[in-house]
């Protein structure tokens, strides 16, 4: 099964750190650009963060500059968000997507709850 799949979310308490991991199954994820979204509720989903196939380019929403790290391992077939100082506002469903010019693939989202 050709898919996407995110792990590493949870419970944090705010100036903390998680690293989320995308990883895909059935496909190289080496041939597609990989982009970091997040969902939180009652809120459109809104693009944080992405990184080109061959990870020499990437790209951060304000709200997470200097915060947020996005890296990959096309070895490991795998894509991270290094995610530091985070913040209650950071409070959201985070899903990855693929995307390239002939294909997309979104993963099912992990939950990351920054809360004291």
């Known amino acids: 099964q050709l898919q996407l799949v995110e792990s590493g979310g949870g419970l944090v308490q705010p100036g903390g750190s998680l690293r989320l991991s995308c990883t895909a199954s059935g496909f190289s994820l080496r041939y597609y650009t990989i982009g970091w979204f997040r969902q939180a509720p009652g809120k459109e989903r809104e693009g944080v963060s992405c990184?080109?196939?061959?990870?020499?380019?990437?790209n951060y929403a304000d709200s997470v500059k200097g915060r947020f790290t996005i890296s990959r391992d096309n070895a490991k077939n795998t894509v991270y968000l290094q995610m530091n100082s985070l913040k209650p506002e950071d409070t959201a469903v985070y899903y990855c997507?693929?995307?390239?010019?002939?294909?997309?693939?979104w993963g099912q989202g992990t939950q990351v709850t920054v809360s004291s």
């Open positions: 997507k693929g995307w390239s010019m002939f294909r997309e693939y």
């Open positions: 990184i080109s196939t061959s990870g020499g380019s990437t």
